[in-house]
Every structure is written in C-alpha cells, then in structure tokens.
C-alpha cells in the first residue's frame, strides 16, 4: 500500500504565501511524477503544477510565475510554494503520484486526501 499525506494548507490573505508538502510512503519502487491538482465545489479538478522525473515542470496558466513545485527524491516528498495568493487560488489541493508498485512492479496512480487554501481578499 502507497499513502500520501499533505500539509500546509491553510488561510492567508491575497498577496500571501503558503508551502504545501505531500510525502509518499510505502510500497514504492520508483515515482515517474508527482503533482499537485486543485477543486473548487461544482467544477472539474484541475492540475496547478506537476514535476516528472523530479526534473522537468509543468505549470497551469494561471500559476505560472507565482508557484513553483519541487521534489525531494530522497524523501519521495513533493513541495508546491504559492506566492502571490489570489483569492480565485482558493481550493482544496490534491497531491497525485504516479509510481511503480515495489510489490507488483506495477504503475498506479495515487491521491492525497486534500488540503484546504482559502485566501482572503
């Protein structure tokens, strides 16, 4: 079994910063790319930030210059730094993981549980 567990979320005004944390943990032979996804209620999940390979990064739209996402290989820990907060930021935040299985080699896909960001303007 692979677990993710977020932290980080919380409240902060428009023009404020958080850092989001997921750590993998479990059965995992290796982690092709990590990625933080957002939801507002009644509209579709949408990716903010994803890092493949630990190297290369892809950024939505609207993100872009503001956040920036990182990995830890050594700790399987993806970070997601959110500057300049805007209140349209305000969503609950999903880490996503796709990895190889070290039980069955196989790939899965993996989610957090999510964690609230709610900026104030």
């Known amino acids: 079994q692979v677990q993710l567990v977020e932290s980080g979320g919380g409240l902060v005004q428009a023009g404020g910063s958080l850092r989001l944390s997921c750590a993998a943990s479990g059965s995992i032979f290796s982690i092709n790319a990590m990625g933080w996804y957002r939801q507002v209620p009644g509209k579709q999940r949408e990716l903010a930030a994803s890092?493949?390979?630990?190297?290369?990064?892809n950024y939505a739209d609207s993100v872009k210059g503001r956040f920036t996402i990182s990995r830890d290989n050594a700790k399987n820990t993806v970070y997601l730094q959110m500057n300049s907060l805007k209140p349209e930021d305000t969503a609950v935040y999903y880490c996503?993981?796709?990895?190889?299985?070290?039980?069955?080699?196989?790939?899965?896909?993996?989610w957090g549980q999510g964690t609230q960001v709610t900026v104030s303007s």
């Open positions: 996503n993981a796709d990895l190889v299985s070290s039980k069955t080699m196989r790939k899965y896909v993996y």
């Open positions: 890092i493949i390979n630990g190297v290369n990064t």
